[in-house]
């Protein structure tokens, strides 16, 4: 048994000997740490928490945590803090301007993907995975990581060139969320010093910044005392600790310890009103919010009080999905949340979209479930429901912590950093879980929610189109206060099903089974034509996927019949039979370990269910009875309708959705069925309810069916599964791909240059170079190709953003179609000022020539080879990338010999191959530029303002 799993198993032990202690006591006991996490400090007041994981085997992240973010800018310093996070990859000690970026993709990693920060209110946090854990790799990355804290060199004239990158960033960023976000803070919290800090800062403020305004943050800010370090990795915690010291030991800060500034978020001493208005809303959204101090989760009465507030809010939320699920709803989504508000203060919301006219309706809705359980508290029967969901919740988390990913865990450490708690171990949590919430009763919840959602200690937001008919606050309030004084009826819970099928089936008959020993792949066919791949994966423990494809549906409509498959699949993303509804089905699940989804490609219907191994049986019923007996309910119709609505307008204004939608029409020469839908034809599917109902019984049980299971499964088990719940469906047409003449489309001939102007008053431009590229079936050409591309998106960062500060985000991919082999293209993506697009154009053009008559240097290519030996076998061990690759392996045509010596044949590729493949995608003829530009006006000049987001 390993050492830190035995260290788990004692100390749980222990802890529950204490826990007993301490509930007869008044549960004063401090709560447990998690034994596989070392924490120590150093003398000069540094501290890490260190933890040895091997998933990914051979590799370790660092993440380093500053508690330090713009809460902690003076007056006129506004933006400094993530200002200072950028200038930690322009120049420290041991790695020069330009060098941090360059040191680590030599080994490998990818800048935005493995290399990264972010800012915060009240942290900025520097994060770095290495690609293996050879002791010069770690000491590079506790290098770097110890320079960013003490080591920066915040050269003037980096500084200065950095400026507009972060201008660009601003840019990137502006839209109608950020204009809604900053106006709500203002209002929300007046005179807070939280609405005057946030992260990204203000354009005046970064434009006056200089090297002494640095240096004073920095000195101040960046304290020893104020830094930890989070490791995570496969090696021993050992080297690590001892790394950290030989790093971290000798700092010596010039001052002492700086306390915080205040941080100025009280609960609202009386009701308040918030409304919001903006020409590019969609949905009215309305939202009731109550904030409070945090309290740290540090003893076992901490943990109580939390869980029995969760388990307020979960019922909450719980009454709000059965509420859309019977229909006759104002709005057409609602949620009930909590967690940390802006990562400052303890949060709990109440929240619906609605069409804009029935704001009013939605609060007064929203309202009443409140109220509801003010007079009435909750039921017995939804109280045992929720401590179901809660328990399967850390059941899970606990049976798959094993082999959870390491960023996950770190993100975990980091959030217990970052709320002023100490990291538990999912088991610890789990025995907790388990002993706290049998003695939790109704009256203690209803308790609790009267402190969360007292309605004299809320803010009530209402978020609308820009429209003379927007209510005033005081009219808000009004209408708060007339809907409060009215009587509420209790509410009335519904008991969920015994069992989804009334019988199981005999199993159906293996017609044929075959194995590619390479990749240890079973392949199955049924004796009903269904096809089944399998592959046994222990990389994440306990976790199963399954992943079906239906081939048909969108690539099958005719002009009379768009939209049907996307409505029909509603029967599916909120599942319901003739005999169960959707709710009932949702209550069935909640304290099992599945989760079902659905969606619509090109091509196919596909369903995706994980579970454990030990609840697959549960989803794979399920499964079973939809693709018999799947429904469309009305109501679920109607909220579909009413969301459609919402995202075509909202496509109409995304400067981002125009552009690629046009480089869709170009790509497919106008082929009307890959356009949006119309209003008119939304109608019109929302009404046949038949017709839908129809397509969805001919997809479900005749069409073509290919299988994966993926995971921690045994083969055994997983083909009786297979055969119980699958291989006994009724028979169906066998597998085969489209027929050629579906996939056809009319493309373009180059060059072709399309501009799009975009009702929005972001003032951003969103361009798009294009050209046809290798499609799916050329399997070499599309591997070059995507090659080339990674190095040419590298090099068009270093120009226009490192150099020439044209754009916050840029890079170049490759999209190989499955479907349609003339919509296969390799892309050019930025955005950048509506009044520069000829000259970003222009430069971004020149990178690409350049690259076609030159091609790669061996610099290039030796850093290319090395990120592929880092992120090919990190790819090839998850078990998601197993079950896309199976779920539509010879529906679309794939072969298992091309992905056997995937790494091996990447590697191969030369310099050569890749001038060749670029030389024949970027010609004239292939090329179409697409530029969507705003519709200027003066509000689309305004100054940008938005928060900080990572460097990359």
């Known amino acids: 048994m390993d050492a830190w799993l035995r260290r788990l198993r004692w100390g749980v032990v222990v802890f529950g000997l204490l826990l007993a202690v301490g509930m007869a006591r008044g549960q004063e006991v401090p709560l447990p740490v998690d034994p596989a996490v070392q924490m120590g400090r150093l003398p000069n007041g540094v501290t890490y928490w260190v933890r040895a994981h091997a998933t990914p085997a051979g590799k370790v992240s660092l993440w380093m945590h500053v508690a330090a973010g713009s809460l902690h800018e003076a007056d006129g310093q506004e933006g400094l803090a993530h200002f200072l996070e950028h200038m930690a990859f322009n120049g420290t000690r041991h790695f020069p301007p330009g060098e941090a970026v360059r040191a680590f993709e030599s080994l490998g990693l990818r800048f935005g993907r493995d290399q990264n920060a972010f800012t915060s209110f009240d942290q900025t946090t520097y994060l770095l995975t290495l690609p293996d854990t050879r002791p010069q790799t770690l000491e590079r990355g506790l290098r770097f990581l110890a320079d960013v804290a003490f080591g920066m060199l915040l050269l003037p004239e980096e500084i200065d060139k950095e400026r507009g990158v972060i201008l660009e960033e601003m840019r990137a960023r502006k839209g109608v969320r950020?204009?809604?976000?900053?106006?709500?803070?203002?209002?929300?919290?007046?005179?807070?010093?939280?609405?005057?800090?946030?992260?990204i800062g203000r354009p005046e403020s970064l434009a006056r910044l200089q090297r002494e305004d640095f240096l004073a943050y920095y000195r101040t800010w960046y304290h020893p005392s104020r830094i930890t370090l989070l490791a995570v990795g496969d090696l021993p915690v050992a080297d690590l600790v001892a790394a950290i010291h030989r790093h971290f030991a000798a700092w010596q800060p010039a001052t002492p310890p700086p306390a915080d500034p205040p941080v100025d978020i009280a609960p609202f001493a009386a009701p308040r009103a918030v409304v919001l208005t903006d020409p590019e809303l969609t949905a009215a959204e309305v939202e009731i919010l109550g904030l409070r101090p945090h309290r740290p989760r540090q003893t076992l009465a901490d943990l109580r009080r939390s869980l029995v507030e969760e388990l307020a809010v979960w019922m909450l939320h719980r009454r709000l999905q059965r509420r859309l699920h019977e229909g006759n709803t104002p709005f057409h989504s609602a949620a009930a949340s909590q967690g940390a508000f802006l990562g400052l203060a303890a949060q709990v919301r109440v929240e619906a979209q609605a069409a804009p006219p029935r704001w009013a309706?939605?609060?007064?809705?929203?309202?009443?479930?409140?109220?509801?359980?003010?007079?009435?508290?909750?039921?017995?029967?939804?109280?045992?429901?929720?401590?179901?969901?809660?328990r399967s919740d850390a059941e899970y988390a606990a049976q798959t912590e094993a082999t959870r990913d390491a960023r996950a865990l770190l993100a975990a450490m980091l959030q217990a950093l970052s709320l002023g708690e100490r990291p538990r171990s999912a088991a610890q949590h789990l025995q907790l879980v388990r002993q706290l919430l049998p003695s939790i009763g109704l009256a203690e919840v209803k308790q609790a929610f009267a402190a969360l959602l007292s309605p004299q200690h809320l803010a009530y937001l209402v978020s609308l189109p820009a429209t003379p008919a927007a209510p005033k606050e005081r009219e808000v309030l009004a209408l708060v206060a007339r809907t409060l004084a009215q009587p509420v009826a209790p509410w009335q819970p519904e008991a969920p099903p015994a069992a989804l099928l009334s019988r199981v089936p005999a199993p159906g008959a293996i017609a044929a089974q075959t194995r590619f020993a390479p990749l240890d792949t079973t392949h199955v066919t049924f004796a009903n034509q269904v096809r089944l791949h399998y592959r046994f994966m222990d990389v994440k423990k306990d976790q199963v996927t399954v992943l079906l494809t239906l081939g048909g549906g969108k690539i099958e409509e005719g002009a009379a019949e768009r939209g049907l498959t996307e409505v029909a699949s509603v029967a599916l993303r909120q599942p319901a039979t003739s005999r169960l509804s959707a709710a009932a089905i949702e209550a069935y699940l909640t304290d099992k370990k599945v989760q079902l989804h659905s969606d619509v490609t090109a091509d196919a219907l596909r369903l995706r269910l994980t579970a454990t191994p030990e609840d697959l049986e549960s989803g794979l019923q399920l499964v079973h009875l939809l693709l018999q007996d799947a429904r469309l309910e009305p109501a679920a119709v109607a909220r579909w309708r009413r969301r459609k609505h919402q995202a075509l307008e909202a496509l109409r204004l995304s400067l981002r959705g125009q552009a690629y939608q046009a480089a869709l029409a170009v790509l497919s020469g106008n082929d009307p069925r890959l356009a949006p839908l119309t209003l008119e034809e939304v109608e019109a599917r929302a009404a046949d309810l038949a017709a839908a109902q129809a397509?969805?019984?001919?997809?479900?049980r005749q069409a073509p069916m290919e299988v994966a299971i993926v995971g921690d499964l045994p083969e055994a088990r997983a083909l009786a599964l297979a055969a119980t719940y699958l291989g006994s469906l009724p028979p169906r047409q066998p597998l085969a791909p489209p027929p050629a003449a579906q996939r056809q489309v009319a493309g373009f001939q180059g060059p072709v240059v399309r501009t799009v102007d975009v009702d929005t008053l972001t003032p951003r431009a969103h361009v798009l170079l294009l050209w046809r590229c290798a499609d799916w079936q050329d399997v070499g050409g599309r591997r070059r190709i995507r090659l080339a591309a990674q190095i040419l998106s590298r090099r068009l960062y270093q120009e226009l953003r490192e150099r020439?500060?044209?754009?916050?985000?840029i890079g170049a991919y490759a999209r190989p179609h499955k479907v349609y082999p003339r919509?296969?293209?390799?892309?050019?993506?930025?955005?950048?000022?509506?009044?520069r697009v000829e000259e970003a154009l222009r430069a971004a053009k020149e990178v690409v020539a350049a690259f076609v008559a030159e091609g790669p240097t061996d610099e290039e290519m030796a850093t290319l080879r090395q990120q592929l030996r880092h992120s090919v076998p990190l790819m090839l061990k998850r078990p998601g990338f197993w079950a896309e690759l199976l779920a539509d392996l010879e529906y679309h045509g794939t072969r298992l010999e091309d992905v056997a010596g995937l790494l091996e044949a990447l590697l191969a590729v030369d310099k050569a191959e890749l001038v060749a493949e670029l030389r024949r995608t970027v010609t004239p003829e292939r090329a179409a530029t697409i530029i969507a530009t705003p519709r200027l006006t003066p509000a689309a000049s305004a100054p940008p303002a938005l928060k900080a987001g990572s460097p990359q």
């Open 695 to 700: 397509w969805l019984d001919r997809l479900l």
């Open 361 to 390: 309706e939605t609060l007064q809705a929203l309202l009443r479930e409140v109220q509801r359980v003010h007079a009435h508290g909750f039921t017995a029967p939804e109280l045992e429901e929720a401590k179901n969901a809660l």
């Open 823 to 835: 919509l296969s293209a390799l892309y050019v993506a930025f955005t950048t000022d509506p009044h």
């Open 178 to 199: 950020q204009r809604l976000r900053d106006r709500l803070l203002a209002a929300l919290l007046p005179g807070s010093r939280v609405a005057r800090r946030l992260p």
């Open 804 to 809: 020439q500060a044209l754009t916050y985000a």
